[in-house]
């Protein structure tokens, strides 16, 4: 599966910051909010930057319910 998306247009989750204070519902709203684009994102390393391309099933767990279960 090819994807043609920008990476310079892509957001680095460490930068991410959602209150832990804030019921779940908001925080995954904060996180979709702030990440943009839950599939493609930017994860810094160590020493370097790389890009996450996330695939998933048509018959597996949505990538709500796994953020959901993460922030619970």
């Known amino acids: ?3 043609n998306t920008d990476t310079a247009d892509l957001v680095e989750i460490t930068a991410i ?3 832990k204070n804030l019921p779940q519902s908001e925080r995954c709203a904060e ?3 702030q990440i943009k684009d839950m599939h493609n994102y930017k994860c810094k390393a160590e020493h370097e930057t790389f890009t996450v391309r996330a695939v ?8 709500e319910a796994c953020l959901r279960g993460m922030m619970a």
């Open 1 to 3: 599966m090819r994807n």
């Open 56 to 63: 998933y099933a048509n018959n597996g767990t949505s990538i």
């Open 17 to 19: 910051n959602v209150e």
């Open 31 to 33: 996180f979709k909010r």
